[in-house]
Structure formats: structure tokens, C-alpha cells
């Protein structure tokens, strides 16, 4: 495993879809209707839109970023080198499970720790055989 397919620096192809794309528009041809349209009938459009009444859904977190490392702040994390190879092993089973997903070693790592924050009496077990608590 190279350090960019590690870190995420390629291979993350949920944000490549173009922006017209995500909006459901046939992006195969270029529509001469759309120029010829009235700004009066865009703006009937987007009122009826607005006067649905429906949010658009909010898109996954792996389908609505640009990049991987996209809307996340790094925390470095040192591991000693039993936890990396447990990491490593986990996104091999990650990937096998999510068959067609690219799993991203960055995706893993921050399930993992969302997963221990919604899950703090398994950290404080973890801590405790490590010698926390012992003084």
C-alpha cells in the first residue's frame, strides 16, 4: 500500500462527478433550449421549486465532498505498530465488505474514532489496560 493510496491523495472518485451532473441533468449534449430561456420563466421555475416545500436531501459525507481530505482538519495520530496493522486489516475488510466503494484509509481511521466517541466505555477499558487509573 503506497503512502497516497494510505492517505487519500488518489483514488477518491465521489467528488469527481461533474456539477451538472449531480443535479440529475444529462450531461451527454448541451441543451439549446436552456439559453433560450426567459429570465421570467427561470424565475417561475425557481419560486415553484422554493414553494415546494422540500429541503433537497443532504448528500452522504463520501458523496458530497470534493477531495477525501476535504472539510477535515489532520490530527496526526502516532500508532504503535500492532494498532496499524489492526488499522490495515480493518480497511481490507472494509473494502471487501463495501465491494465497489472505494474505501479510503482516511474514511477508516475517522470511523474509528467516531466509533470510540460514540463508544467511550470501550475507550476507558482500552486506557485501563494500558496502567490508566493505577496511580
Request: negative net charge.
Amino acid at each position: 500500500m503506497s503512502k497516497d493510496d494510505r492517505y487519500g491523495a488518489a483514488g477518491d472518485t465521489y467528488g469527481d462527478t461533474p456539477p451538472a451532473a449531480e443535479n440529475g441533468a444529462d450531461t451527454s449534449a448541451a441543451d439549446d433550449d436552456t439559453e433560450s430561456q426567459t429570465e421570467a420563466e427561470q424565475e417561475s421555475a425557481d419560486e415553484k421549486t422554493a414553494s415546494s416545500g422540500s429541503e433537497p436531501a443532504e448528500l452522504p459525507f463520501i458523496f458530497a465532498r470534493r477531495t477525501v481530505k476535504a472539510d477535515r482538519d489532520a490530527l496526526p495520530v502516532y500508532v504503535r505498530p500492532t494498532t496499524a496493522d489492526r488499522l490495515d486489516a480493518l480497511e481490507r475488510e472494509l473494502d471487501d465488505r463495501f465491494d465497489g466503494d472505494d474505501v479510503m484509509s482516511l474514511d477508516v481511521r475517522e470511523a474509528v474514532v467516531t466509533a470510540g466517541l460514540r463508544n467511550v466505555d470501550d475507550v476507558v477499558d482500552v486506557m485501563e489496560e494500558w496502567g490508566y487509573g493505577r496511580r
